[in-house]
């Protein structure tokens, strides 16, 4: 058996990028650690806390909640502060993640690997999905503590599939939904959302292209409930967890159901092999 660790920008990003391969992970056997590079001190602040309690602490709280549904051995944190979105003053601050060195960020990773003996190390793709600061972060911190680990972990990167999210956005079930929405009085439509897709946090597309990436995992349905009942942990996440919740079954199920991994140290791997479905963790 493998021990598999996933490293994500903040709580909650684990939910909606790779909840389903690491319940898979550990139904399997192997040992799946998570690690935190921020606490997530820029999310929603939920009622009940007021204006003097902790959210860090809160949002911990929920980090490890979900890990107990997906069946996470261990949580780490980095301890960098949240950066926001990108052009927010918050990219700057000396403690964030965005102004992080990436040597000593990579570093802790590396030692977390080491001291785990990680078979594998997932990160993010070199957009971070969406652009966000701290998921670019992310990206360059885990390729540069695979380097750094004694023992270097296979790297493997968390994405989306673009191509698939613009099909999807055309099938009729989409019309369906986007009919449900305007008739309860949400302003959006699948053009809006395509043009969301194609423009990130930074202005550049969201996710990757399906020729860039290696693995696709197709998730059973009991696995895709465990990956909603983690979402469910972040509920004090209104604007983004809260919006994906709301997607009836189905929907979920075709927005969440498959998760894809770039493998950017395999042999052969890139745009001239097909993309594999199936499970790449042995």
């Known amino acids: 058996m493998s021990t598999i660790v996933f490293l994500h920008a903040h709580p909650d990003d684990e939910t909606s990028q790779t909840a389903g391969m690491m ?3 550990s ?5 799946v650690v998570t690690v935190f590079a921020t606490d997530g001190d820029h999310g929603e602040r939920p009622e009940h806390l007021g204006p003097d309690g902790d959210l860090v602490e809160h949002r911990r709280g929920e980090a490890r909640a979900a890990a107990a549904v997906l069946g996470v051995a261990r949580i780490d944190w980095l301890g960098y502060r949240d950066s926001g979105m990108t052009g927010w003053e918050q990219n700057d601050h000396p403690l964030s993640l965005h102004s992080a060195d990436v040597d000593e960020a990579a570093a802790r ?5 080491d001291r785990e003996d990680a078979d594998v190390l997932v990160g993010y793709d070199h957009h971070g999905n969406y652009g966000h600061p701290d998921h670019i972060a992310v990206h360059r911190i885990a390729r540069r503590a695979a380097e750094l680990a004694a023992r270097r972990p296979r790297l493997m990167e968390a994405t989306t599939n673009r191509d698939a999210q613009l099909e999807m956005l055309d099938s009729p079930a989409a019309a369906e939904f986007m009919q449900a929405l305007a008739a309860g009085g949400m302003d959006l439509d699948a053009d809006r959302i395509r043009q969301a897709i194609l423009i990130g946090d930074d202005g550049q597309p969201i996710g990757v292209a399906e020729s860039e990436i290696a ?5 059973p349905s009991d696995v895709i409930d465990l990956k909603r009942r983690a979402m469910q942990c972040h509920a004090s996440q209104t604007s983004d967890i809260g919006m994906m919740l709301a997607f009836p079954p ?3 199920a075709a927005a969440f159901g498959t998760e894809y991994l770039i493998e950017p140290d395999a042999s052969g791997s890139g745009t001239d092999v ?3 479905r199936g499970w790449p963790f042995g």
Do not use: Q, S
């Open 250 to 252: 189905d929907i979920y």
């Open 215 to 219: 693995w696709a995992i197709d998730l």
């Open 109 to 113: 990773v590396a030692r977390i690997c």
């Open 27 to 31: 139904r399997a056997g192997h040992r």
């Open 274 to 276: 097909p993309m594999r």
């Open 23 to 25: 319940a898979l992970a």
